[in-house]
Structures are given as structure tokens and as C-alpha cells.
């Protein structure tokens, strides 16, 4: 069965610190990975993906993330993060259940960045 | 366009009442969803709908039921709440659901309390 552990439910920062929120996965079947992000009361937004190519897939707001297969790994990454940064952040992973695709996300990752 | 809508924003019901949540989208998307967002276990699939008249069950589909007469509205009904329906609800949709690629686009949420 396919699933996703996001290893860190809390991840507190400094202002302009870097920030990894870790993400592994599993799956036997070709691997599509996303990131989506959550602001405060609002519904969940697209924030990158990995279908194929290259590796390292990158966000237009700063963020990464890498696809590592030997590790099964989907790391989010920012060099320096802002205030506006702060929501929670889910990793998710296409599957395939009952015949049919649908996407089984991880139980979320809450970054909260400090002044 | 307005994209995935929902509503209501907010709602109290006690045990054993019904109610309808609303979700519509105007960008023609064939793929239609709903979650249940509860803290520390990210989203769970309910039900999902690849077009008008086709539905299936997700995750965790006991106590809704859900239909699709048309491509642009996908509500989901609770027969008879029960405390353990408190979340906060989320629809979303996607062009298609070809390779599971598609990027889902998600509603701003309805807050269900169930006393």
C-alpha cells in the first residue's frame, strides 16, 4: 500500500533561518510526490510536484524539494525562511486504490516562524 | 473564475440531525473529491467522483453519502451526525484523473461541530 510519514508534526523556526520538513514515502507503483501548503483557515494549495526529470523540483516562493528513490525520501527545503511562510505543510503521494488513482497525504507538518 | 466554492463556513448540528455540505466548481473539472481534515492524521478521502453519475467511496465514506447529476456540483450529505463527523471539511478538484498527475485545487473548508 502506498503511504507518506511526515516525520516532524511541529517544525519552529527563527525568521530568515533555514528550514527541512521531512517527508518519506511508499509505493509500488511509479512515483508522483507533492507538496501542498495550507495558510491559516484556508484550504490547501499546490506548492510543488515531482512527475519525472529532474530530481530537484522548485517552488516559485523559495521553497525545494528533492526526489531521493534510494532513501524514498520527498524533503521540503527553504534557504531562509519569512513570517509568511508560516502553515502547515502536507506531503502526499499518488496511488493507486481499488483500481483507481488518488492522492494519500501525510498527517501534516505545522512551521512556525518566530521573529 | 470563483474556482472549488464551499458551504456553509461554519456549522453546529447535534446527534442525529442531517445536512448537506455544498461544494461547486466552475473550471470543468471531471474529478471531483472530498476530504476530512482531523488534527495530527492530515486528510482522509470520503468520497470521490471522476464524472457526472460516478461516484465511489474513499477512505473513510461511513455516514455520508454523495452524488454528481451535474459536472459542477458534488455535495456530500450526513445522514445522522455523530460526534466523531467533528472535522473540517474539504473539496476539491482536478481537470482529470489520468495518471494521477493533476494538481488538485482545494475549497476554503466548512467547520462541522457535532454536539
Known amino acids: 500500500a502506498q503511504s507518506v510519514t511526515q516525520l516532524d508534526s511541529q517544525v519552529p523556526v527563527f525568521e530568515e533561518a533555514p528550514v527541512e520538513l521531512r517527508c518519506n514515502y511508499s509505493s509500488s507503483v511509479s512515483v508522483y510526490l507533492f507538496w501542498y501548503v495550507q495558510y491559516p483557515n484556508q484550504g490547501l494549495q499546490l506548492l510543488l510536484k515531482?512527475?519525472?526529470?529532474?530530481?530537484l523540483v522548485k517552488s516559485i516562493n523559495g521553497f525545494e524539494a528533492e526526489f531521493n528513490k534510494s532513501q524514498t525520501s520527498f524533503h521540503l527545503r527553504k534557504p531562509s525562511v519569512h513570517i509568511s511562510d508560516t502553515a502547515e505543510y502536507f506531503c502526499?503521494?499518488?496511488?493507486?486504490?481499488?483500481?483507481?488513482?488518488?492522492?494519500?497525504f501525510g498527517q501534516g507538518t505545522r512551521l512556525t516562524i518566530n521573529p | 473564475n470563483a474556482g472549488v466554492t464551499q458551504t456553509p463556513k461554519f456549522q453546529v448540528l447535534k446527534t442525529g440531525q442531517s445536512m448537506t455540505l455544498q461544494c461547486a466548481q466552475d473550471m470543468n473539472h471531471e474529478y471531483m473529491s472530498w476530504y476530512r481534515q482531523d488534527p495530527g492524521m492530515g486528510l482522509r478521502l470520503i468520497h470521490y467522483s471522476v464524472g457526472a453519475g460516478i461516484t465511489d467511496q474513499g477512505e473513510v465514506p461511513n455516514g455520508y453519502n454523495v452524488s454528481r447529476s451535474t459536472t459542477e456540483d458534488f455535495p456530500l450529505r450526513l445522514l445522522s451526525a455523530a460526534p466523531s463527523q467533528t472535522s473540517v471539511y474539504f473539496c476539491a478538484s482536478s481537470l482529470s484523473t489520468s495518471g494521477g498527475q493533476e494538481t488538485q485545487y482545494f475549497g476554503p473548508g466548512t467547520r462541522l461541530l457535532v454536539l
Open positions: 502526499a503521494v499518488r496511488a493507486i486504490i481499488q483500481g483507481a488513482q488518488k492522492l494519500v
Open positions: 515531482y512527475l519525472s526529470g529532474s530530481t
